[in-house]
């Protein structure tokens, strides 16, 4: 789930993230309350998301979001297996780039 409510998004590796950012994509953001619970090879990583998300064609996300992750632990590292995004309030808003 992302932050403009569409439907499931496949988080992207490494490559897709250097891609994301030579893109256009701008991050700016801040995490707190992190709290993470490890049980054995699984663990649970909440907390809270401040900033702003900027796509290329300039649309900007701004807001607090709530981040939740469950992680499994392989040979390599710990690994993602699911991960949730949503608004902490509706005060959460979205710019749209003006056209030109």
Known sequence: FYLDNRLL????DLEGLKWLYGAGYK???SAR????QVYGDAAVLTLYIDGSVA???GTVYRG???YSATMIKQQDGWKI???HVSPLTSSATVTHAQPV
Do not use: I
């Open 81 to 83: 297996v699911h991960y």
């Open 9 to 12: 998004l496949e988080g992207p």
């Open 33 to 36: 309350h992190v709290n993470a």
């Open 64 to 66: 607090t979001w709530r």
């Open 55 to 57: 796509h290329p064609d």
């Open 27 to 29: 991050v700016s953001v």
